[in-house]
């Protein structure tokens, strides 16, 4: 990996390979892939409503095979396990197809556990997206997974490691790093024989006092072999006290519903991952109501004019303490 720069993105310090976004682009549509990276930044920057969604995040299951600390997971309790139906999947395909959504990103629960993920992965590859991001643990990432993710072909894997340690890791992910860096090395290795440039690699790790005191170790282990390498900032879930949560004396823009939707594992549409109501009133769901519907109608609307003038719901007022040493 040539050159290194350190980018400070909101909630994320970003250590990245040189050249990563000029592969991509050349990889991936040449000017649409850079007139969407354009757009990405500047609907969020200005907030203002992009015409369409240019990403859907998919939450496809709340199963997981891990059950690490500061997961919302183990910090909220709140979800029903299940997993995303094929139904479901079907339905965010095609409207996304309508939609000429630029980018799709697989979250969790743990994806890769998913008991059809590879029907999953194809019939999203028929969106004819510019991106398609996988956030997973790594756990499951065994060989035929990676060939897998390699002949989609994924634009990037993101490994959740949260630590340069076995014994950190242990403490707040509650397994086997050297198990989950052997998965890495192997789909390294796969990509190289396969002669494919995809899926880029990202790592990242959720700063925690448990694990600060390793970011440089961290940084050492995988500067050399990871396209990406995240820092993100904690968010606090069980924080009960949100009055005053927030410091006044600062401005907190959000720009995330002004160029996303997510779907969770049910078919609820939500404006991002983090907000678990939409404050619109109503709950609406993928195989009743369209992507384009939501995001054209009346309530969305009203939603990102609260998000302007900065009246928060609860949920984003503790994702937006994370912004706040970044501010
Ligand atoms: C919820 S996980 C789901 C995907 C997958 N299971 C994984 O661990 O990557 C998505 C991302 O959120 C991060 N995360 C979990 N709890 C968090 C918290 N309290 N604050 C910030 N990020 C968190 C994880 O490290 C992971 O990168
Ligand atoms: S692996 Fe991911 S979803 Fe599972 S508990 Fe850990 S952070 Fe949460």
């Known amino acids: 990996m040539s050159k290194q720069i350190f980018e400070e993105r909101s ?20 000017v649409e892939y850079i007139q969407y990276r354009k757009d990405w930044d500047y609907y969020a920057q200005n907030r203002t409503q992009s015409e ?21 997971r183990n910090q909220l309790n709140s979800y029903a396990e299940e997993h995303m139906s094929m139904n479901i999947v ?13 980018s ?11 008991p059809e993920v590879s029907a999953m992965m194809r019939k999203l590859s028929e969106v004819g997206a510019l991106d398609y991001w996988l956030v997973t643990n790594g756990i499951e990432l065994t060989h035929d997974i990676s060939e897998m993710l390699i002949d989609i072909p994924l634009t990037w894997i993101s490994v959740s490691l949260d630590a340069a340690t076995e014994e950190t890791y ?16 192997t789909f390294l290795k796969l990509r190289e024989k396969k002669k494919s440039e995809l899926p880029l690699l990202r790592v990242s790790f959720v700063e925690m006092k448990e694990n600060l005191h390793e970011k440089q170790t961290f940084i050492d282990k995988w500067e050399d072999v990871a396209d990406i390498i995240d820092f993100q900032t904690l968010i606090k879930y069980k924080e009960d006290e ?24 049910d078919g609820e549409i939500l404006p991002c991952a983090y907000s678990r109501k939409d404050r619109t009133g109503r709950r609406s ?26 009246n928060y719901s609860d949920d984003c007022k503790r994702c937006l303490k994370s912004f706040q040493s970044y501010s």
């Open 11 to 30: 909630t994320v310090q970003r250590l990245k390979s040189e050249g990563a976004q000029e592969l991509l682009s050349s990889l991936r549509g040449g």
């Open 52 to 72: 369409a969604p240019l990403q859907i995040i998919l939450v496809t299951t709340t199963h997981c095979n891990l059950s690490c600390k500061m997961c919302s």
């Open 90 to 102: 079907n339905a965010i395909a095609e409207q996304a197809k309508e939609l000429n959504v630029k």
């Open 104 to 114: 799709i990103w697989l979250t969790g629960g743990e994806t890769l556990i998913h």
């Open 170 to 185: 242990k403490e707040i992910r509650g397994s086997d790093l050297s198990m989950v860096e052997k998965n890495i090395h």
């Open 242 to 265: 949100v009055d005053g949560i927030l410091d006044k004396k600062k401005k907190h823009p959000c720009g995330n519903a002004f160029r996303l939707l997510t779907v969770r594992p």
């Open 285 to 310: 769901y993928v195989l009743s109501t369209t992507l384009k519907e939501y995001w054209n109608g009346a309530g969305y609307k009203e939603f990102l004019k609260q998000i302007q003038i900065e």
